[in-house]
Structure formats: C-alpha cells, structure tokens
C-alpha cells in the first residue's frame, strides 16, 4: 500500500439526505442498490455526525476540521441560531483557515469541488482562493428561479469564473426535471479520470445538490421510486455512487482510493414528504437531536477497508480532514485546535477511541454526547410563532419537557439519555437516579474541559446585504452577458429565525 498515493474522495450529499434514507439503514423500500452495495463492500458508520444540523457551518466544519464556533461560521444574531450563507450574506471562510485541499496540496495532490460550495461567494471567498484546483458547481443553494430585478439567479462556476445561472442556463423545471445531478456524475468521472491519466494523486469533493429542495432528477429517474420525488432524487444519486465507484473499479484504482459517502445535516423532517427520513431518531435538520446531526456514512477502500463491516466510532465529519491528511502524510496545523479525529485505526482496524461529540446551534453549545450517553443543556425546536406558521422540525414527535418551543436552559439540571437504549430520546433519566449521578458529572467534565480551550472566532454571519448578492459574477459579461445591477451596499444585521 503506497499511502503516499492514495486518492481521497469525499462525496457528501446534498443537505435533506437522513440517516435513514439507505436501504442499509433500514429504509422500507429499500432503494438504494449501490450505495448498499457500498456498504457490504466497505464499512458502515450507524454512529457518525455532522458538526452542525445546518448545511454551511456543517460544510466549513468538514473543510477545516473545526467547529463552526472556531471558524466563524455562526451568528450572534440572537441566542442559539443555525445562520448559512444565502446571496445575501457578506461574510465566508476566513483567510487564516487551513482549508483540507490546501494541507493535501503539500502532498501534490490535486483538489476539485463539484457541487456547492456555500462559504461564501464573493470573490474572496471562492473555492480556488481556499486551496481547490477545479471547481463546478454553484456558490449557493440551488434556489429560485429569481427575477434578476430583486434577486439574481444563482451562478454555475466553472473554475473561477461563471458559466452560466440556474434556471436560466442550467435548468430546472417546475416538474422537477433537470439534468444537474447527471452534469455532476460525468464531472466526478472525468476528473477521476483525467488525474489518473496523469498519474495525480486526487481530491475530489463531490457536492451534488440533490436532495435538497426544489427536488429535482432527470426524466429517467422521474416517478420511478416508491416514494415519490424526494426517492426519485435518491435513486438517481444512488446510481450516480455507482457510477463514479464503477469508474474507480475501471481505471483499477479502486485499491487506490478512500471514498466516504456522508451528508451534511439531518433530513429536513419540516419538507414532510418533500424531506428525508431520520430513522429512529428525534427531529431533524437545525435541530441538536439525533436526527438533525447522525448522518448516513459509509467508507469504501477495497483492500485496504474490509468488507462488510460496521464502525461502531463515534465520528465526524470533522475526522474526514484529519484522516484525509493523516493518510496523505501531510503534517497537521499546531498552531490552532482541530476538532476532528484520525480514523485510520477505525477504518484499517476496526478499533473505536471514546471522543466526545459537541453539539451547537449557533453560538451555544446545546448537547454533549460521550459513549452511549447524551445531556442536553439546551433543548429547543423552534419558536411557537414559527410553528404556528406551519414549520414542525419534530412532526408527531413532541415529547414534553424535550421538543420545546422555547429555548430552555437545563444545564443546572441537564436532560440525560442513552441512546444506546433509547435512539429516538423520548426517555429522560431521572435526576434521582444512581446512572444519573454517575454519567452526569463525567459528560459535565467534557463540557468544561472544551470550554477552557475555546477562542470564539469573529462570527461570519451576522451581516447581510442586498449589495453583495451574485449581480455580477466574475465572467459574466462573456458569451450569453449575464451582468445585473444590483442595489448600492447597505450592510444590516441578518435575521435567523431558527
Ligand atoms: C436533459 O438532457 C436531455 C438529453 O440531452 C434533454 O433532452 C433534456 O431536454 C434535458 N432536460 C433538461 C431539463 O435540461
């Protein structure tokens, strides 16, 4: 094994993929062929985690390998709010992170994003200025069609200038058809391809927006799935894993190359029907119970990864950047914290470490997890106006005292649960009971040690401003000129209502 040449590959679902979503998972209609086929080739990962139920702070997370609260990507607009980088957010990855593609650029490897990005899109903040080599894809959700009056369409990027705007360019229709999720198949290949023609050692971080609303898939995924649209859109980027492992197995580097297949928050249980399914676990996406933050993860390296095995780790995907350099050989950053493990002894061994698991919203740390064990500082949903309004992150999921409407502060007395025993955290453990007493000091103890060492970064999301959305991307002005005026700066606070 020539670690030195190993290609990492990541590929990370669009937001609104949950856990349960995977045949592997227990998904009833059991849909997903490859990616379970992935899985009985490689290793499964039932306890993995993104490190934020929303899909920015969860993506700067994955790329610096530290919490969003380190790396800015946060609000303090408010107590405990998920903030993202919509068109008009002014702020996005600072300079001083150590983005992954920059480290495994040191080991000659050769980065590329297909997908959305999401830490910003003003210039400054694009993915060839933080260490990416190629980049297709788009700054921001695939959201729209917009006006180009009031808001622009969102740019398709391909490297460093625009090539064109959804909608607009790159199509998606009212019934859900569009061909985006194949455009970013053939990518993913040639790419793969291409470096191994060239004997590169590669990254490739493929960030399809498929499963997140509007939901889309190509006609011949269209009204094939069980489960309506939302299925449809994981048929087609299952059989897009497929694809790209099949391309791997062709160019016989597949004994080559680690691919972990993730997502970046919990399914978007407010979408209903239109959202993923999180399994047994409570609530979803911008929630800090299970099933905003447990992601579906599979690690696939044939030889290297046995086949057919379950990693009962407790991981990250903050990991991915510290396992990603560790196999590269690249020395990791000392001058700052990284939240993130190794998991070269999980993924070669199979042996587990205890770490323990922080779970925030915003700028407040809400839960801690170590073991089997979770304690719940914080409990909160969303606000009682926001879900009069009809938005239910816990559909038939209200559990007194734990699902609450207002942000509750329990951290004199924190909400216990094993969720070993108790997946779906409906059964608080009594204060007054011996495994209370016991569990609870020690989770208490985490919280403080993580304490001491934590900086707040500058948060990056707090100011927002028409001025800066994507009126003029760079290259707009080429082939089909699609420059717009937008109106002059005036910077405000964002609001997060979540
Ligand atoms: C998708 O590609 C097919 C084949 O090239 C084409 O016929 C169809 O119009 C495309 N659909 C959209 C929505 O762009």
């Not at 039932?46 to 934020?52: E, I, K, L, Q, R």
């Not at 610096?64 to 609260?69: A, M, N, S």
């Not at 990693?311 to 000392?334: I, K, N, R």
């Not at 500058?458 to 089909?480: F, H, R, S």
Request: some cysteine.
């Amino acid at each position: 094994m020539s670690l030195k040449y190993v290609n990492v590959k990541f590929k990370v679902s669009r937001k609104q993929m949950g856990w349960g979503d995977l045949g592997v998972f227990g998904e009833p209609n059991k849909e997903t062929p490859y990616l379970d086929q992935m899985a009985a080739e490689g290793m499964l990962f039932p306890d993995f985690y993104s490190a934020n139920p929303l899909c920015s702070p969860s993506r700067a997370a994955l790329l610096t390998g530290r919490l969003p609260i380190r790396n800015g990507f946060y609000t303090t607009n408010g107590h405990a709010r998920n903030a993202y980088t919509p068109q008009n957010i002014v702020g996005g990855i600072p300079d001083e992170e150590i983005l992954l593609p920059e480290l495994l650029q040191k080991a000659g490897y050769k980065s590329k994003l297909v997908g959305k990005w999401h830490l910003g899109h003003q210039a400054k903040y694009l993915p060839l200025k933080h260490g990416f080599d190629e980049w297709f894809g788009a700054p921001n959700c695939h959201f729209g069609p917009y006006d180009n009056v009031h808001t622009p369409n969102i740019p398709v990027y391909r490297n460093e200038e625009m090539a064109g705007r959804y909608y607009q360019d790159f199509k998606i229709e009212k019934n859900g058809e569009s061909n985006l999720t194949q455009l970013y198949t053939q990518e993913a290949v040639e790419f793969i391809t291409r470096m191994h023609n060239k004997s590169k050692p590669f990254f490739l971080y493929w960030a399809v927006d498929a499963t997140h609303e509007p939901l889309y898939a190509s006609k011949p995924f269209l009204g094939t799935s069980n489960r309506g649209l939302y299925g449809d859109v994981v048929r087609e980027l299952d059989s897009a894993v497929g694809k790209i492992l099949a391309s791997l197995r062709s160019l016989k580097i597949d004994n080559n190359t680690l691919v972990f297949f993730s997502s970046d928050n919990g399914g978007a249980t407010y979408a209903k029907q239109h959202g993923g399914s999180n399994g047994p676990f409570l609530c979803g996406k911008e929630t800090t119970f299970e099933g905003g933050m447990r992601e579906p993860t599979i690690a696939w390296w044939p030889g290297h990864i046995k086949k057919g095995q379950v990693s009962h780790q407790v991981g990250s995907l903050m990991d991915l950047y510290t396992t990603f350099v560790d196999f590269a050989e690249v020395a990791m950053p000392t001058d700052r914290v990284i939240d993130g493990i190794s998991l070269r002894a999980s993924l070669l061994n199979n042996t587990n470490v205890q770490r323990p698991l922080f779970y925030y919203r915003g700028n407040q740390i809400m839960a801690v997890r170590k073991g089997s064990y979770k304690a719940h500082l914080w409990t909160w949903t969303n606000s009682i106006e926001e879900f009069k309004k009809g938005t239910n992150f816990c559909p038939g999921q209200d559990i007194a005292g734990v699902t609450t409407h207002n942000q509750t502060d329990h951290t004199s007395k924190p909400l216990l649960f094993h969720i070993g025993r108790d997946p779906g955290e409906k059964y608080p453990i009594s204060p007054n009971t011996p495994e209370y007493k016991k569990e609870m000091p020690l989770l208490m103890k985490e919280i403080q040690n993580h304490m001491v060492l934590l900086v707040p970064a500058t948060p990056q999301l707090n100011m927002c401003d028409e001025g800066v959305m994507n009126w003029a991307p760079a290259g707009c002005n080429k082939g089909q000129n699609k420059c717009y005026k937008g109106p002059p700066s005036k910077p405000y606070n964002c609001t997060w209502p979540h």
